[in-house]
């Protein structure tokens, strides 16, 4: 089993900056791949972001040039940089780790973006 907890969130006004940090933990062989979703209320959970082993990377069109994510393999942990915030930024973000052919989801981290 894999545990995976975000951390970062909080409340920051339009503008603003935050680092997402994805923690996991357990019986990790080796994660493929990394991936931040959000889901703001009302809304269908989306990609945000996703990085895999080799470092490839996307983005979905709303966050490109401003938020950037990062792993650290030694760490099995990976980043999510948010810079240029926005309102519509606002959401509950989830990580999702890839072990071993499985896919685990953390509990979410809030982030509020004040205007």
């Known amino acids: 089993q894999v545990h995976v907890v975000e951390s970062g969130g909080g409340l920051v006004q339009a503008g603003g900056s935050l680092r997402l940090s994805c923690a996991a933990s357990?019986?990790?062989?080796?994660?493929?791949?990394m991936g931040w979703y959000r889901q703001a209320p009302g809304k269908q959970r989306e990609l945000v972001a996703q990085?895999?082993?080799?470092?490839?990377?996307n983005y979905a069109d709303s966050v490109k040039g401003r938020f950037t994510i990062s792993r650290d393999n030694a760490k099995n942990t990976g980043y999510l940089q948010m810079n240029s915030l926005k309102p519509e930024d606002t959401a509950v973000y989830y990580c999702?780790?890839?072990?071993?052919?499985?896919?685990?989801w953390g509990q979410g981290t809030q982030v509020t973006v004040s205007s």
């Open positions: 357990g019986s990790i062989f080796s994660i493929s791949a």
């Open positions: 990085i895999i082993r080799d470092g490839y990377t």
């Open positions: 999702k780790v890839a072990n071993m052919g499985d896919w685990y």
